[in-house]
């Protein structure tokens, strides 16, 4: 009997050694490279950061219905970027707000260097380390030749278009795009 | 969920793991369950909860993993230096409750480490004025002279030098590390920076060596020069001074091959420990026997053979030796676990560092990491007969009021660094926020 409790015991304190040592993992090791860890600080800012209502289905529905109707216009060339508003929200971030907007227009330099459009000050972002572009009515993300590299959905990128919803990682900074 | 509330959910975590623990050690020893012994395992929780409302109150932002771990490692050791010897556990215990009134006299009395800074030199003297009065006036344990007794108590003041040592280097190197880069000489080719930048550090050097002679040591003395090359190393990322610390320590150990006896038989046991299996290699076959007797899974907590009548089956199973105690009850799984506790103890004290804003704390921060991933390699090491076998504490799990009360003050400083870093970061993000608007 005493056995019986003893092997239970052991395996249960394996076990639980090692959910603990996977828990602490699982947080601890994306802290590092972003993906799910990073933990703005818990202090409030003295300023309230900006929030933008979430896009909902019905709110693209609508986009895409209007879009429509300008489509159907006649005569005109087929410009939208009067109607768009591309913009990236901070999604997740050890040193941005989650939630903050920043506005693309024109280039757009993403870097740790003081004189960037987007400042990241973070250990992982080089000092110029990503250029936003617009291309028509959309936007090109280019990296920079950074040392730890621009993902867009986690997935290494030189060169790419953002696409509604990507997700724009650099560094620890996670940003969404919408337009 | 809030950085402190994180903390406590872990903490809570350990300690279900620490009381299962308790409980198997009960269990295996059957009739020998004593009230006061369940006591333990519950003066061991208050113990952390009253760490984490200190943490809580006076560091709120600090880092949320690194109390935690530290909790689980207590715990393994605790629970093992319990099941080798219940007079050892409460001594253990009492350790732990100077090294929890430390810790928070650490936090209370420095509260920012900027301060430390300033004492520097106090410190460096310090730390150095520890290990000379271990050099002249330590007692001999073991062939090593580590050891200062006074009124009954024996305390290892190396791990106390080994922090004091640390908090000097991060400050000295972070305020000359421009001019240590630069070198303004050559000698046989070989670039040296100015020698007035460079004496302390020569100091430490040499000391490192001496601490190999007259301490006859093989450990601690790596552990100093190693400490010492890998922050002079991060400061000025000048490779020459990690390829310089190694040849001096290559010359350095084998001179003290040729000098002390007690070196030399390290080495050879190390070598070959079957041919001396009987007198200086028996601990080390005993301790691998052990190991190997715990197979993948262990015997499980109180049921391993560790003792034979009342004493130890390897001598020095409840301090130096504790590695072998968990590797024979936890199997290989436990013991790869433990080791895996250490390696995430090490990657949160490094990102500790890595986020840190300024130099000196990103200096303290690796330094200290450092100084615990080097030690628990060093020891568990020695113990698997992967590198030559040294007397020094396995960090946290090891029976030894210096190497706990030390290492808890080793936390608070880890702690208090990632506060600051957290707090600063929060007010430049106020700033940042002002200017974050593009062009």
Redesign the interface.
């Known amino acids: 009997m005493?056995d019986v409790?003893?092997?239970i015991?052991?395996?249960?304190?394996?076990a639980?050694?090692?959910v603990?040592?996977w828990?602490?993992?699982r947080?601890?090791?994306g802290?590092?490279y972003g993906g799910g860890g990073a933990?703005a600080?818990?202090?409030a800012?003295?300023?309230a950061?900006p929030q933008v209502a979430p896009v909902t289905p019905s709110v693209r529905r609508a986009r895409r219905d209007k879009r429509a109707v300008e489509r159907t216009m006649p005569g005109e060339a087929l410009d939208l970027t009067e109607h768009i508003n591309p913009r990236l929200v901070v999604e997740e971030s050890?040193?941005?707000?989650a939630g903050?907007v920043?506005?693309?227009?024109?280039w757009?330099l993403v870097g740790r260097a003081p004189s960037s459009?987007?400042?990241l000050?973070e250990?992982f972002v080089s000092q110029t380390h990503a250029r936003l572009r617009p291309v028509g009515q959309f936007f090109m993300v280019e990296d920079l030749g950074s040392t730890n590299g621009t993902f867009i959905n986690e997935k290494e990128v030189t060169e790419a278009q953002l696409r509604f919803d990507s997700r724009l990682r650099i560094g620890e900074t996670i940003f969404r795009y919408e337009e | 969920m809030k950085r402190r509330t994180t903390e406590l959910v872990y903490l809570i975590f350990a300690g279900v793991i620490s009381t299962m623990a308790y409980v198997s050690v009960f269990t295996g020893r059957r009739g020998d369950i004593k009230t006061s012994s369940v006591v333990y395992g519950l003066i061991f929780v208050a113990i952390f909860l009253i760490l984490h409302a200190v943490v809580r109150a006076f560091l709120s932002q600090a880092d949320p993993y690194l109390l935690p771990l530290t909790a689980l490692l207590a715990a393994i050791g605790l629970t093992e230096i319990y099941r080798i010897d219940p007079r050892y556990a409460l001594l253990q215990g009492q350790w732990l409750v100077v090294g929890a009134v430390l810790f928070i006299a650490t936090v209370l009395l420095v509260r920012d480490h900027e301060r430390l800074d300033g004492y520097r030199y106090l410190i460096g003297a310090a730390g150095l004025a520890l290990l000379l009065i271990t050099i002249v006036f330590g007692s001999t344990v073991n062939g090593s002279r580590l050891w200062l007794r006074f009124a009954g108590f024996s305390i290892q003041p190396s791990e106390f030098a080994k922090i004091a040592i640390v908090i000097f280097l991060a400050g000295y190197l972070n305020d000359k590390k421009e001019m240590l880069s630069i070198p303004t000489s050559h000698v046989m080719g070989i670039p040296l920076p100015a020698p007035k930048y460079f004496g302390p550090l020569a100091v430490m050097w040499i000391l490192s060596l001496l601490m190999l002679i007259f301490m006859k040591d093989f450990g601690m003395s790596l552990l100093f020069l190693a400490i010492f090359v890998a922050l002079i190393y991060m400061a000025t990322s000048r490779i020459v001074y990690v390829v310089a610390g190694g040849v001096m320590f290559s010359i350095g150990a084998a001179v003290a091959y040729q000098v002390v006896g007690h070196v030399q038989e390290r080495f050879q046991i190390w070598i070959d420990p079957w041919a001396h299996a009987a007198t200086t290699g028996y601990q080390l076959l005993q301790s691998m026997f052990a190991i190997a007797d715990g197979g993948v899974l262990g015997a499980g907590i109180g049921r391993g053979y560790l003792l034979a009548g009342h004493r130890p089956v390897v001598p020095d199973l409840q301090t130096d030796f504790i590695f072998a105690a968990v590797a024979n009850e936890l199997g290989l799984i436990g013991a790869v676990g433990l080791i895996l506790v250490y390696v995430l103890f090490c990657w949160r004290a490094f990102r500790v560092a890595i986020w840190a804003p300024d130099g000196f704390s990103k200096l303290l921060a690796a330094g200290l990491a450092t100084a615990f991933g080097l030690q628990t390699f060093i020891i568990i090491g020695g113990v698997t007969r992967l590198i030559p076998l040294t007397g020094i504490t396995l960090p946290f799990v090891s029976y030894g009021g210096s190497s706990i009360t030390a290492n808890l003050m080793l936390v608070a400083l880890l702690l208090m660094v990632s506060h600051r870093t957290a707090v600063i970061r929060a007010g430049s993000e106020h700033e940042r926020l002002k200017l974050a608007g593009i062009k």
Request: net charge negative; proline share 11%.
């Open positions: 005493t409790i003893l092997f015991l052991k395996i249960l304190i394996l639980l050694l090692y603990f040592i828990l602490v993992l947080r601890a090791v802290d590092v933990q600080p818990d202090i800012s003295p300023d950061s050890p040193i941005l707000a903050l920043f506005p693309l227009e024109g757009v459009d987007i400042v000050d250990p």
